[in-house]
Each structure stands twice: as structure tokens, then as C-alpha cells.
């Protein structure tokens, strides 16, 4: 039998934690196997500890800019759970002397080998200082670098290949759990987050990980079955900068060019159909499927961007709360694909279950986080403090 990360988690002992004065704090978990080391340099833990200073877990239900919190009838859960086993696998860098290069290729090898058993693998301490160092590492581990041609969000880059982590959405505003892109055919494999900057403690910022393989059998079987019917149409609406250079998207950052043919093949390469308007804005809309096959393990997987890609993204975010506009006039929305309007119950379902199955944990400075995209979804709690991550995105 095919060993799988799902398999590994029957043994699974869930983070416990503890109340003070009515708030869910945060303790030590250590895991029961001492980490042992490994020829390559590494000491691998099969839990990340986290601190045992008091730090509360953060809100999830009623929190402030995080959609669906205030739904009537929410079943998030009421604080962020701490980390599970191999969830994230943890993997620390002891050896000494060996170059960044021979710290990329034993990283690679490491993912060849495991990424997609775990969703995710922490690296942890090493010789990373800068988004440089960072964009060293990420091209000399040696996979393909990803297109970003058609990405909706905002990102700038900092080194060759590496980018900030997300420039579109206040620090304040929490990010959902997802998989990167979803949306279209050309979604990235891998994603490697770099911590530049660690959050402060207590001030938010931490980071969020939850897995498909733990999500689907959770969803309402219902549910599902409509979807694989259906399909998904994802629908979109970006401004010209031209037009409105305060634009929250605009097509000519979406897509990487100011030139309309190159936009209209690059929509045509992603099987999208589109229409432009009268005000130099974009419309275009293309059709998914929610599960794709895992080219690694032949599973079939629960993927799409039904909750970050609904418009209720946008009735809790700071930039779009006091707004009232027409929903094909938000930047996305989604729905069924026979054109159909998603129940809010069924999104917010969606929402419930990812939330009930993520946990979370600071970033350390010069932590990778890897993520089997496929598998692995990622998000961020909102943070009121400095904390800057740096992203890498590879298409296998």
C-alpha cells in the first residue's frame, strides 16, 4: 500500500492546550521521538514545539477582517490550533560546514522524498540572511521556476524569482487557508515561504497550514457531489491602471504587459473567455473542475479556490467593507459552473471545516516553509506589527 500522510495521521495526538484567566494559551508540545540525525545534516522532528510563554492562540471566530466569522450559524473554531504531527514535518539544519549549495541539494532531496507524504516541511536554521540568500537557495535547490502570468494579487519582487509574500491585502486582514491559483491550469507545484522578518509575539502574523486530504472527508458528501456536477466558474473583473490608477487589480499588473493582444493570448493559454468594456476594464471567466489528480500519487484531490475566490472575500476586507457594488464588479467571484449563484451556507460550510482542520505557528527568522501545493493550503492571521515574508513558486 502507497504510505500516505493521512495514513500517518491516525496516530496523530492533537495539540492539548490550556486554560488562563478564559483564554486558550499556547503550551510546550514536545514530540515522543527524540529527534535523531540524519547523514544529510539535518535533525527532523516529527512536531514543532511552540513557545511556552503565555502567548494566547489567536481568535478565529468573531475576528475582525476574517470572512464568514460573523456568519449566523458558523462553526469555525473559536481559537487557532497549534501544530500536529507532521504538520509541519520539521527538519533542522545541525551539520556544519557545508555550503548554501549543499544545504539546497540535500533540501531537494529531502522534498523528492517527502513533501508530498507531509503537505509541508519546515526548514529550519539555515544560512539564510537575506532575500538574496533566500533566492540563492530557491533557484540552486533546482526546480522549475513557476509563470506568475494571470495570478490575481499583488507582489513585488526582491531578489530574481522571489517575491513579497502579498502586497494587495492590509496586514490587519487575515488570509483564508488555500492552494496558490487554484483557479487556473497553471497553478504552481511548490511554494517556498522565506521569513525575512518574524511577526512580534502576541501581534498576529502567524502562519497557517492545513491539508486536502483532511478537508474532503469532512465536507458534507452533498456538497462535493454538486461541485463535481457543476464544476466552478471563476469570474473576474480588474480595472485598467490607465483608467484608475488606485485600481484594487488592474489587468496590466495581473497579466504582466500593457499590450491588449498579449493579455488576450495569455487568457486564450489559460482557457479563459473574456469580454472588454467600454471603460477599458476586464471581464473574463474561465471553468474548473474541484478536484484534480495528484501527478506524483495518482490521488484525487479536493483543489479549487471556492472560499478565497467567493465575494464575501471582500464584505470583511478594510479596503472593500463600506463598498456596495454589483457582485461581477468585485475583482472575483465564483460560482457554479452552469452560471448559478453558490448558497452562502454551502461557502461558508467550506469555510467551517478548512478553519476546523488548520493550525498555526510562528515563523522563525530564516525559516523555508515548504508547501506541496496540491495538498497543502496556506494562510496568515492578521498581525498588527512588523513581519515581512518572501515567496518562491515552482511549476514541479
Known sequence: MMFSRSHALIL??????????????????????????????FAVRSRLDVPEKGTPAPRIAGRKWLPGSTFQGHELPEFLAGPKD???????????????????????????????????????GLPLESGDDFSRFFREVGYRVANPAGRIGRRREVASDVFTASDNNPPAYTLEPHNEMAYTKNYPMKIFFYCQVPAEPGQGGETCIADNRDILPRLDPKVVQKFEKLGIKYHYYVASK????????????????????????CLREQECEYKWQEDDSLIYWRYRPPFITHPKTGEKVWFNQLVVGHVSYYFDHPAWVDKKLPYERYPENVYYGDGSEIEPEVIQHIRDVTWQETVG????????????????????????CERVLYVGMTSE
Open 12 to 41: 496523530t495526538i492533537p495539540l492539548r492546550l490550556k486554560l488562563q484567566a478564559g483564554r486558550v494559551v499556547c503550551r510546550t508540545v514536545t514530540s515522543t521521538a527524540k529527534p535523531r540525525e540524519l547523514n544529510d545534516g
Open 361 to 384: 505557528f510562528q515563523l522563525q527568522k530564516g525559516d523555508v516553509l515548504a508547501f506541496d501545493n496540491i495538498y497543502a493550503h496556506h494562510g496568515r492571521i492578521g498581525f498588527d
Open 86 to 124: 507532521n504538520m509541519p514535518a520539521v527538519y533542522e539544519a545541525v551539520g556544519t560546514g557545508l555550503t548554501l549549495r549543499e544545504w539546497s541539494d540535500r533540501c531537494r532531496r529531502i522534498m523528492d522524498d517527502k513533501l508530498h507524504v507531509y503537505g509541508t516541511i519546515l526548514f529550519r
Open 242 to 265: 490607465a483608467v484608475d490608477k488606485d485600481a484594487y487589480l488592474s489587468w496590466q499588473s495581473t497579466f504582466g504587459s500593457e499590450d491588449k493582444a498579449v493579455v488576450e493570448e
